[in-house]
């Protein structure tokens, strides 16, 4: 079954604690993104990769890192985690060039203490 | 900077009734839009696209149109159900989507 995975599905930490989100995509896509869902602000990208070892920012990078090191898997890591970034995480998961849609996980609710 | 807005941020209707969404969005530049659906607890299910060229998909009971000159797209359900109590998402872009704040969907049985 085609899916995009993402661990753990919830996540309550304190501030400072190092913490990794995991993405991973069992469909060869090239393309893979990081979201946060806020209330009232919609999804905003954090961080998306054209292909392994190609990463880049989108609108809302602060505090957050990527790497891509396998075409399959894309983690997102919050070094310093703060009670901003409390929120709903969705990874997302397309084909490059020719096949625009995106297929997202089941997000990641993390809340931070 | 792509803006999104979505009307009504709610909605709540009896079965059965037709409903519009609506979605505009201030840059006329863009690639694609995409209507998604929302269910508590799961992710986003791509429900239509419409690449920048087009002026509207079907899906069954679902048609999305886009007027690109306007900066507005509406999602048109016909013939509500229960089942179809979601949050709809709009997005405009490619790979890089820029999303509206939804509108929370309730249809009565």
């Known amino acids: 079954e085609a899916q995009v995975t993402q661990n753990p599905r919830y996540l309550i930490t304190v501030t400072g604690k190092k913490l990794t989100v995991t993405c991973s995509q069992n469909?060869?896509?090239?393309?893979m993104s990081w979201y946060r869902q806020d209330p009232g602000l919609g999804l905003r990208q954090i961080y998306y990769?054209?292909?392994?070892?190609?990463?880049d920012k989108g609108d809302v990078p602060e505090g957050y890192k990527v790497s891509r090191k396998e075409k399959r898997n894309f983690p997102l890591i919050l070094e310093s985690p703060s009670p901003n970034q409390t929120s709903l995480y969705f990874c997302?998961?397309?084909?490059?060039?020719?096949?625009?849609?995106?297929?997202f996980g089941a997000g990641t609710r993390l809340s931070v203490l | 900077k792509q803006e999104v807005t979505q009307i009504p941020a709610a909605l709540s209707v009896p079965e059965g009734e037709n409903l519009v969404l609506n979605c505009s969005f201030t840059d006329s530049a863009i690639y694609n839009l995409q209507w998604f659906r929302q269910d508590p607890g799961k992710g986003l299910t791509s429900l239509l696209l419409i690449q920048s060229s087009q002026r509207e998909q079907t899906s069954g009971r679902l048609n999305a149109s886009l007027d690109k000159s306007s900066g507005r797209s509406t999602l048109y359900i016909a013939a509500s159900q229960p089942g179809d109590s979601a949050t709809y998402l709009c997005?405009?872009?490619?790979?890089?989507?820029?999303f509206g704040a939804g509108t929370i969907l309730r249809v009565k049985s």
């Open positions: 469909m060869n896509h090239e393309y």
């Open positions: 990769s054209m292909n392994v070892e190609v990463t």
């Open positions: 997005a405009v872009g490619g790979n890089k989507l820029v």
């Open positions: 997302a998961s397309s084909f490059s060039g020719g096949s625009p849609v995106q297929y």
